[in-house]
Structure formats: C-alpha cells, structure tokens
C-alpha cells in the first residue's frame, strides 16, 4: 500500500496561509483518488479534499473557497493550500489514498502527517 510523507506544516497567524505538500512512495499515477485528512487531538481523521487523477476535486463544503487540492504526478506530490486559515484549522494533516468502501477509520498506513498550528 502506497504511504505518503507530509510536510509544510507549522506555526500560522490567523488569517494566514500554508502550503503543505505530502510524498507518495510509489508511482502517485498509479493512485486514482488521493485526499487530504486532517485529525483533531482526539477526533477522527477527516476527509478535508481530494483529488482524482483525472482532476476531478472534491473539498469539503465548510473548507471550499478557503482549501484547493492539486496533485503533481511526475513528482509524486499532491498539495494542500489553505488561505485565511482559522484556529479550527489546527489539526495534524496527513495524505491517504481515498478508499471509498472501507470507513477512513479502517484506514491503516497514514505516514508521517505534518502540524498545523494557527495561533496569534
């Protein structure tokens, strides 16, 4: 199972923004569907923003005009920028393929995800 490696995060103004990028150890143009998750201290991960390898984006409607999701095949990375983020925005963001018949629960192999800390 392909694993992704995250990074970007850090330590943000309210109202700022960040780009976080994560790496797919295998081939990403193999993965179709691909997303962006994020997870509280104590919550579950979320679904935040995918992408299909056909373009085909899907951002969750609190988060849309605020998050857009890329992917860049031929360098194995797909992208999260966030603008005008918010101190709800604070969570740990990690990169999993999107499986749509298994609960994200059940997901298993998240990588390393990066922090995002938004804070005056």
């Known amino acids: 199972q392909v694993q992704f490696v995250a990074s970007g995060g850090g330590l943000v103004q309210p109202g700022g923004s960040l780009r976080l990028a994560c790496e797919a150890s295998k081939n990403l143009a193999r993965i179709y569907h691909v997303g962006w998750y994020r997870q509280r201290p104590g919550e579950q991960h979320v679904l935040v923003a995918s992408?299909?390898?056909?373009?085909?984006?899907e951002v969750l409607e609190s988060l849309k005009g605020r998050f857009t999701i890329s992917r860049v095949n031929a360098e194995n990375r797909v992208y999260l920028q966030m603008h005008n983020l918010k101190p709800e925005d604070m969570a740990t963001y990690y990169c999993?393929?999107?499986?749509?018949?298994?609960?994200?629960?059940?997901?298993?192999?998240w990588g390393q995800g990066t922090q995002v800390t938004v804070s005056s």
């Open positions: 999993h393929e999107v499986l749509p018949l298994t609960p994200i629960d059940d997901y298993r192999d």
């Open positions: 992408i299909t390898d056909g373009g085909r984006i």
